[in-house]
């Protein structure tokens, strides 16, 4: 399982680093704009979770603390929890990085905000979403007399 683990991270790491290190690069921008690149974590989810699928549902259906704690005791349920996280991070750091190339925001701002999604999702998705609501606000340069 352990190798199984270390896998899961090769199948994204390549898309963080260049999200993150490359945001500029026209390759960076052509193989991220393919909503795909979290295919291969999902598919590796999808691989892990399909075998375990009586076991799961029944503490997915009616989860509590200690049945979601039991799942994820295991080297295993550890691995599939961490495939789920790879999968969505990775989704998540993907529209971030999207949106923040429509929205002209400077690479120097959301690179570390991009860290953060892979690192602490949920909050680094919550800070993200309020620099995008302030660069929204931005007024847009005029279309008219060009």
């Known amino acids: 399982m ?13 898309f963080w ?12 921008q052509r193989i991220v704009a393919s909503p795909w690149i979290v295919a291969p974590a999902a598919l590796l989810y999808a691989a892990l ?6 076991t799961l549902l029944p503490a997915l259906a009616n989860p509590s603390a200690t049945s979601i704690a039991a799942l994820l005791g295991t080297p295993a ?18 529209w971030a ?3 923040s190339r429509r929205l002209r925001i400077s690479a120097w701002v959301v ?4 860290f953060l999604i892979l690192m602490l999702g949920p909050l680094g998705l919550l800070l ?3 620099l995008r609501a302030t660069a929204e606000r931005r007024p847009q340069p005029s279309l008219a007399g060009a």
Do not use: C, K, Q
Request: proline share 7%; net charge negative; charged share 10%.
């Open 77 to 94: 349920g550890a691995t599939i929890a961490w495939a789920h996280f790879l999968a969505f991070d990775l989704f998540v750091g993907r």
């Open 49 to 54: 979770v399909t075998p375990n699928m009586l």
């Open 17 to 28: 680093l260049l999200i993150i290190l490359a945001p500029h690069w026209r390759w960076t």
């Open 97 to 99: 990085y999207m949106e």
């Open 128 to 130: 993200f979403m309020l």
């Open 2 to 14: 352990e190798s199984i683990f270390l896998l899961s991270n090769l199948l994204v790491m390549p």
């Open 111 to 114: 690179s570390p905000l991009l």
